[in-house]
Antibody
Framework: QVQLQESGPGLVKPSETLSLTCIVS????????WSWIRQPAGKGLQWIGH???????NYNPSLSSRVTMSIDTTKNQFALNVTSVTAAETAVYFC??????????WGQGTLVTVSS | SYELTQPPSVSVSPGQTARITCSGD??????VYWYQQKSGQAPVMVIF???KRPSGIPERFSGSSLGRTATLTISGAQVEDEADYYC???????????FGGGTKLTVL
């Protein structure tokens, strides 16, 4: 079955850019939307945005000025960049596959700490 | 911005029926998805398209939606169903997706 794995720095300094990659294995990246979701410790899930295999994006309006998503279908992976991060954005970041809008496969999540 | 509203907590005894609600203005025209998240784990989808159950999800999980409110029902809740549950849907434009605040289900 499809597997997703997030990767990227676990520590980012305030005001810098958070960059994560999600590698998709045992399945094609084509034909689906791919999402990023985050969860601060002890809090709920927040949808960050999604990207289609052709590169169409939608972002959470509260983050849209600082978020960029990209996709590389040749490498079966997609990426998230969040600029000018603050400590409040310390969270576990998940990537997930959208299948007819249902988030049916998720990565295990990666903790990103924003601290100097 | 669009919001989905869930009760913070629901508590039942084993074998009882647990009901978790999710309210939102666009729900009369948009599907709801439900996710179960156990401590330290990624969420798992338990209901999609308001009432459909993915393969491998026990039959005791069911969903319904009427007007502005969707409901996740766990009939005969088990101790292993203790988790946080989140509803997920989109606004009327279909471009902004949002999770409800989450409901902690306690079964004891």
């Amino acid at each position: 079955q499809v597997q997703l794995q997030e990767s990227g720095p676990g520590l980012v300094k305030p005001s810098e850019t958070l960059s994560l990659t999600c590698i998709v294995s045992d399945g094609s990246i084509n034909g689906f939307y791919w999402s990023w979701i985050r969860q601060p410790a002890g809090k709920g899930l927040q949808w960050i945005g999604h990207i289609s295999a052709s590169g169409t994006t939608n972002y959470n309006p509260s983050l849209s000025s600082r978020v960029t998503m990209s996709i590389d279908t040749t490498k079966n992976q997609f990426a998230l960049n969040v600029t000018s991060v603050t400590a409040a954005e310390t969270a576990v970041y998940f990537c997930a596959r959208e299948n007819n809008w249902a988030l049916d496969y998720w990565g295990q999540g990666t903790l990103v700490t924003v601290s100097s | 911005s669009y919001e989905l509203t869930q009760p913070p907590s629901v508590s039942v005894s084993p074998g009882q029926t647990a009901r978790i609600t999710c309210s939102g203005d666009a729900l009369p025209k948009k599907y709801v998805y439900w996710y179960q998240q156990k401590s330290g784990q990624a969420p798992v989808m338990v209901i999609f398209d308001d009432r459909k159950r993915p393969s491998g999800i026990p039959e005791r999980f069911s969903g319904s939606s009427l007007g502005r409110t969707a409901t996740l029902t766990i009939s005969g809740a088990q101790v292993e169903d203790e988790a946080d549950y989140y509803c997920y849907s989109t606004d009327s434009s279909g471009n902004q997706w949002v999770f409800g605040g989450g409901t902690k289900l306690t079964v004891l």
